[in-house]
């Protein structure tokens, strides 16, 4: 069985930090493309941070270059994701989601994490 879980989440002051952890069993994570997703209330669900399951390749939205950093550490099975220079807009439930294997046509997710931007 599959589990994705989230911690990390909370309550923060704009211009603040915070680091994501997912940690992830039920699946070769040394395989595994791993994802940050997050979801607005009213709002689609939108990429995040994405990594390749060497780490060797990252990628972001444009709305998150520069202040979130993605890293995972394959002897732990975890995916973190740091965010620094927090703001208000970037309040929503955060995801984290394994695609097995590069190419994989499912994937999995986790129960999401709620971070929360304000004063």
């Known amino acids: 069985q599959v589990q994705l879980v989230e911690s990390g989440g909370g309550l923060v002051q704009p211009g603040g930090s915070l680091r994501l952890s997912c940690a992830v069993s039920?699946?070769?994570?040394?395989?595994?493309?791993m994802s940050w997703y997050r979801q607005a209330p009213g709002k689609e669900r939108d990429l995040v941070a994405v990594?390749?399951?060497?780490?060797?390749?990252?990628n972001y939205a444009d709305s998150v270059k520069g202040r979130f950093t993605i890293s995972r550490d394959n002897a732990k099975n975890t995916v973190y994701l740091q965010m620094n220079s927090l703001n208000p807009e970037d309040t929503a439930v955060y995801y984290c989601?394994?695609?097995?294997?590069?190419?994989?046509?499912?994937?999995?997710w986790g129960q999401g994490t709620q971070v929360t931007v304000s004063s």
């Open positions: 989601n394994a695609a097995p294997w590069v190419g994989a046509k499912f994937d999995y």
């Open positions: 039920g699946l070769i994570f040394r395989s595994a493309v």
């Open positions: 990594i390749t399951n060497t780490g060797g390749s990252t």
